[in-house]
């Protein structure tokens, strides 16, 4: 049931995909009345102001110490530019292995869509929860969603409307949020 059943908008809503049809539904409604911005401000009005590589990887390391006490080392944490926004590579996590001297060292690197940059602090969080529970648990599998939930309760509504704001990049081509001046 489509108001507008344009490609664009069906493109837009693939984001959201995973979810139910209802849901799915106010999406298109508030695309249609052109209230998708309104709707994100209103839940979300200011931006994070971790600016800058430095300040991600202190933001990353304060909620892994606070939540993940035994987790590997985290080597490298970045804001990453070439990161297309599809699907799951919002963010991604590995394992670069190196030779130095006779020893193979492990290394391990978190990189964060950029478009997490300019966006309000809930959306920056679901990302970095997500792949902090990824050094414990590879697969999207029951253990790490609730290893999400534990690093953020509020995890699976942060995702959602996350991927709303997908759908809203989708559609307008630009960034909903600006960065606070403080
Ligand atoms: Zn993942």
Known sequence: ????????????????????????????????????????LAKYPECHAVRTDKALYQYVQELKSSHLRNGEQLSKVVFDNKLHVI???????????????????????????????????????????????????KEHNKSFYQLCTHLEPQYHQYELDCRIYLSYLDLYQQSLWSPTLS
Do not use: C, W
């Not at 190196?98 to 809930?122: C, D, M």
């Open 1 to 40: 049931m489509s108001t507008l059943p344009s490609p664009l908008q069906d493109n837009a809503l693939s984001y959201l995909r995973a979810y139910p049809t209802s849901i799915q539904d106010q999406v298109k409604q508030l695309i249609a009345q052109e209230r998708l911005g309104q709707y994100l």
């Open 87 to 137: 699907r799951n590579a919002l963010g991604t996590h590995s394992y670069v292995s190196r030779v130095q001297g006779s020893k193979l060292k492990t290394k391990n690197e978190i990189r964060i869509a950029s478009l997490f940059k300019t966006a309000p602090e809930a959306f920056l969080k679901m990302i970095v929860v997500h792949e902090l529970a990824h050094l414990k648990e």
